[in-house]
């Protein structure tokens, strides 16, 4: 019996540790329908679509597809995703991570487009205002040919293409909508994947990949060929581009039936089974090693494994009692956060990474390596990550108190924070901040400075949580899109419209933050202009009653001639213009009277929904086609002004 089971640690073994490729290229540009939303009503049309965000995104990581539907009336929005299913599911959430991100650009409150449709080669993505669910053919439907034609023998290679698509188009509606294969006749292979999305039927599934066949006998002459339907997705190609090594369409072949043929072994002979298990040990043993060489990874990973900031994953497994419900903390933009306690007593947090660091561990490696180097009273310390395991995990320091999200929106305390807590609140997140900006060995910059990152110790001393993740994650496109549903109001205008990150954006996050704790009140991005707090306060301000933004829980408890202070720093720093905003250096000057303050000359940047009256360009979250690369456009001032080190 202990056989089968260090057999199945094998397969488990080797399903984990296949090498992956998101195929997050793009098939062809992004489709925004040219159907657009009255003016007053996009505020809630893009709330509605970020509704239906936040709930695709679990789903996609728990089954691969996901429907939602939000909203009332005229202004409903659905919303579709779905991974190839050849595709792992971390390739398929980071295929999707990247999807999402993109499909920004035909958002509403920029064009006020009620659609957007993106074939990735590794997932789909669309919205509407419509449902189109089912629906199998549309007016965008696209045939995408390469552009490079094939080399040798057209006949051989366009009978190959079109018997292989022909097949294909057969197979799929009977084995659940999707099928890939290859043809190799007259020494030309070509190979080819089919893939009905989830609520297309049989019937309709058939219809679609019939018509995508007709229309891919347009493409062959060229290497490549592609059908994009509302229904399907069909595809040939020369090279290997899916990878049948993990598929199990219906149990019927792959894995499954390797792992039955095995176990079915385990019971009829003992020795045969001795001989697989030593067989299958040692050509495992031989491929991951052959595997790791080519990704000259094998020196890395003894130096990691050496190192003492890699935490082995089983220690940190048990540690949080396997992930326990019982023991998660919170869940953040890049993964949710578990209390646990090592072996030698000590309490930690740990968190538990959506992104597989896998393909890039020596720049996360080395990073985590420069960040757990820094240490200052208002920062919570990185201790440690795992990255060797199944997934990817960050160790912190355990910060006992709550977060200001839990004094300021859960209310889990009946007490309401003093104005002498505030203030040191404000001074020691300012001090954390210059001292990543300015001090510490690497230049940081926090990126997502909110509530829900500024920790309480025992004695309300304010530690700045999650930081180092901008540098951790060089290409996460996705920080915008995630941040975008919850901490939209907290971003500078110049980061959300240009993606331009410098750390000007920390203060003005910084800035809205200081009005936060001290008006007791919550930055709303998609509030009216009378609504918002920034604009409540800047109007207070320029009418000389800036006291009167002070929390009314305070009840009158607080120094005025401090408060006003306080508030026309934070003014200066929530300016739309970033070359206005003070650095944190000088912020934390003028908190401790070391500084004058000056008068703040630029009213707050306002809400997104008048980003496009205002005088900045036009909003390029990832203007990049090929979203494996660095961004060139946007994301050249994004890299450029973080990645040197000092
Ligand atoms: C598919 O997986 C195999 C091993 O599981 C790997 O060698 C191969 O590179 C993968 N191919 C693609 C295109 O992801
Ligand atoms: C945009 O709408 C017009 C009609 O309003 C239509 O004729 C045209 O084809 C549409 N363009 C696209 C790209 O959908
Ligand atoms: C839309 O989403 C919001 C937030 O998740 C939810 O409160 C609301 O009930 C949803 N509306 C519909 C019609 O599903
Ligand atoms: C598509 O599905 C919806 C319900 O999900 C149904 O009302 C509609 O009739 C279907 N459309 C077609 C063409 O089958
Ligand atoms: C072919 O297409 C690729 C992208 O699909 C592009 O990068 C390349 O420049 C094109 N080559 C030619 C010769 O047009
Ligand atoms: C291509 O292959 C076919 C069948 O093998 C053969 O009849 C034909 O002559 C070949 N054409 C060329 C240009 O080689
Ligand atoms: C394609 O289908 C035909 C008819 O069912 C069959 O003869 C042929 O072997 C198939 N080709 C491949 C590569 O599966
Ligand atoms: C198959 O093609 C390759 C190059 O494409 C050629 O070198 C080889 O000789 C061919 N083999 C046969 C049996 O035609
Ligand atoms: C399958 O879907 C098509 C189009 O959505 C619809 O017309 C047809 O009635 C459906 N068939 C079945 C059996 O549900």
């Known amino acids: 019996m202990s056989f089968q089971f260090i057999l199945l640690l094998f397969l488990c073994y080797a399903v984990n540790h296949s090498v992956s490729d998101p195929r997050a290229t793009e098939a062809t540009p992004l489709m925004c329908t040219n159907r657009t939303a009255l003016s007053s009503e996009r505020q809630q049309f893009v709330a509605n679509f970020l509704d239906t965000m936040d709930i695709v995104s679990p789903l996609i990581a728990r089954q691969r597809y996901a429907a939602v539907v939000n909203g009332t009336q005229n202004l409903k929005v659905y919303t579709f995703g779905e991974c190839m299913k050849d595709l792992s599911q971390p390739d398929c959430n980071l295929c999707f991570a990247r999807c999402k991100t993109r499909i920004l650009s035909c958002l509403p409150f920029q064009k006020g487009t009620r659609g957007g449709k993106l074939f990735y080669d590794g997932c789909y993505l669309r919205y509407d ?41 057969v197979q799929a509606p009977n084995n659940g909508g999707f099928f890939v294969g290859s043809v190799n006749r007259g020494n030309v292979s070509v190979y080819g994947l089919a893939q009905c999305w989830e609520f297309v039927n049989a019937s309709a599934c058939r219809n679609c990949l019939a018509e995508g066949v007709d229309k891919i006998g347009s493409c062959p002459s ?32 792959g894995g499954r039936r390797h792992l039955a043929v095995i176990l079915a072994a385990t019971s009829s002979s003992f020795a045969l089974l001795l001989v697989l298990a030593t067989a299958t040990f040692f050509w495992r043993k031989k491929v991951l090693m052959r595997r790791r060489e080519k990704k000259q990874l094998g020196a890395l990973v003894d130096t990691v494994n050496k190192s003492k900031l890699n935490i082995p994953y089983e220690i940190l497994e048990t540690a949080t009692n396997y992930f326990a419900n019982s023991n998660k903390l919170g869940q953040g933009g890049s993964g949710s956060v ?54 990817s995990l960050l160790v912190y320091e355990y910060v006992p108190n709550q977060s200001l999200h839990d004094f300021f929106v859960v209310k889990k305390n009946a007490q309401p924070l003093t104005w002498e807590m505030r203030c040191k609140i404000v001074l020691g997140t300012a001090e954390g901040l210059a001292y990543l900006h300015e001090e510490s060995q690497v230049r940081i910059i926090h990126r997502d400075i909110k509530l829900s990152n500024i920790l309480l110790d025992e004695d309300f001393t304010p530690r700045i949580a999650d930081f180092g993740l901008a540098r951790l994650f060089p290409d996460d496109k996705t920080h915008i899109s995630t941040a975008i549903a919850g901490t939209l109001g907290y971003m500078a205008p110049e980061y959300v419209v240009r993606g331009k990150l ?120 990832t203007s990049n086609s090929q979203p494996g690369s660095h961004t060139q456009s946007s994301g050249n001032s994004m890299t450029q002004s973080w990645i040197e080190p000092r």
Not at 144 to 151: A, L, R, T
Not at 564 to 573: D, G, K, P, T
Not at 575 to 590: C, D, H
Request: glycine letters at 6%; a negative charge; charged letters at 20%.
């Open 129 to 169: 205002d419509y449902n189109f669910f089912n629906e199998t053919f549309s007016d965008e439907d696209k045939t995408v040919c390469g552009n490079k034609s094939f080399g040798g023998n057209h006949t051989v290679f366009k009978a190959n293409v079109m018997e292989l698509v022909r097949n294909l188009s």
């Open 222 to 253: 060229k290497e490549e060929g592609r059908v994009l339907n509302a229904g399907c997705y069909l595809r040939y190609s020369t090279f290997k581009f899916y990878n049948n090594s993990q598929i199990e369409p219906t149990g019927s072949k």
């Open 338 to 391: 578990y209390k646990g306690v090592l072996p030698d007593g000590k309490t930690v947090a740990v968190k538990r990474l959506f992104f597989n660091t896998r393909q890039w561990v020596d720049h996360f490696f080395n990073e985590v390596n420069l960040i757990s180097g820094i240490y200052h009273k208002n920062l919570v310390q990185l201790l440690g990550c795992s990255i060797t395991g199944p997934e």
């Open 502 to 621: 410098t750390e000007k954006a920390d203060v003005y996050s910084f800035g809205v933050l200081v009005i936060e704790v001290v008006s007791g009140k919550r930055n709303n991005a998609f509030a009216e202009n009378s609504s918002s707090i920034l604009q409540m306060v800047w109007s207070l301000y320029g009418a000389g009653r800036l006291c009167d933004a002070i929390d009314p829980l305070l009840e009158g408890n607080f120094e005025e001639e401090n408060s006003r202070r306080i508030l026309q720093i934070a003014l200066l720093c929530v300016q739309a213009s970033a070359e206005l905003r003070p650095s944190m250096s000088v912020v934390v000057k003028m908190l401790t009277d070391e500084h004058k303050i000056y008068e703040p000359t630029q009213p707050p940047f306002l809400n997104l929904s008048n980003a496009e009256t205002s005088q900045l360009t036009p909003p390029q979250f």
